[in-house]
T-cell receptor, first 115, second 113 residues
Framework: AQKITQTQPGMFVQEKEAVTLDCTYD???????LFWYKQPSSGEMIFLIY??????QNATEGRYSLNFQKARKSANLVISASQLGDSAMYFC????????????FGKGTRLHILP | EADIYQTPRYLVIGTGKKITLECSQT?????MYWYQQDPGMELHLIHY???????EKGDLSSESTVSRIRTEHFPLTLESARPSHTSQYLC????????????FGPGTRLTVL
């Protein structure tokens, strides 16, 4: 069974609108971290934001925020005021305390920002 | 700024050649990883290492091999390249602990003719 599920293979959003990228996860660990990465067409992976399982507040980093709903096991990325440069692949990932050597990635969501 | 480097960035090579993709990091991380990724697709873990002299195969079977003789260096070798090896190869490293992110190199885009 997939441990990280990203249900949106592709999304089209108008520039300046907010966008939510979905991510659900599955783990039996109490301690885990959730990560979002951005991959532009150039291919590099850029770390965006982190949420720990014990964090009570949603993480924020500039225009990025993470909507963490622990009971639902979801960790959606919210990008406010989208820009053309936000067009990229976005990957959700998880790292579990009991297997911290492995980072589990979702299949990604391709985001297209329209001018 | 992540201090993890990959060379070459692009490589076009003929079938049957032996190639080595280089990956180095200056952060002193014990854990290093190689991922294979086709354009616009998911990442597949092909190798990882816990530290010097430790290497493990990842989730995706790969004909490549790796070595970890020094903490900072984790090269990947293909003894005989084939067109099916055409892909992007991403190297990453991280500290231990479930709350640390992975740092990625810029990737190597390999094309085997």
């Amino acid at each position: 069974a997939q441990k990280i599920t990203q249900t949106q293979p592709g999304m089209f959003v108008q520039e300046k609108e907010a966008v939510t990228l979905d991510c659900t996860y599955d783990t039996s660990d109490q301690s885990y971290g959730l990560f979002w990465y951005k991959q532009p067409s150039s291919g590099e992976m850029i770390f965006l934001i982190y949420q720990g399982s014990y964090d009570e507040q949603n993480a924020t980093e500039g225009r990025y925020s993470l909507n963490f709903q622990k009971a639902r096991k979801s960790a959606n990325l919210v990008i406010s005021a989208s820009q053309l440069g936000d067009s990229a692949m976005y990957f959700c990932a998880m790292r579990e305390m009991n297997r911290d050597d492995k980072i589990i990635f979702g299949k990604g969501t391709r985001l297209h920002i329209l001018p | 700024e992540a201090d993890i480097y990959q060379t070459p960035r692009y490589l076009v090579i003929g079938t049957g050649k032996k190639i080595t993709l280089e990956c180095s990091q200056t952060m002193g991380h014990d854990k290093m990883y190689w991922y294979q990724q086709d354009p616009g697709m998911e990442l597949h873990l092909i190798h990882y290492s816990y530290g010097v002299n430790s290497t493990e195969k990842g989730d995706l079977s790969s004909e490549s091999t790796v070595s970890r003789i020094r903490t900072e260096h984790f090269p990947l070798t293909l003894e005989s390249a084939r067109p099916s090896h055409t892909s992007q190869y991403l190297c990453a490293s991280t500290e231990g602990g479930w709350d640390n992110e992975q740092f990625f190199g810029p990737g190597t885009r390999l094309t085997v003719l």
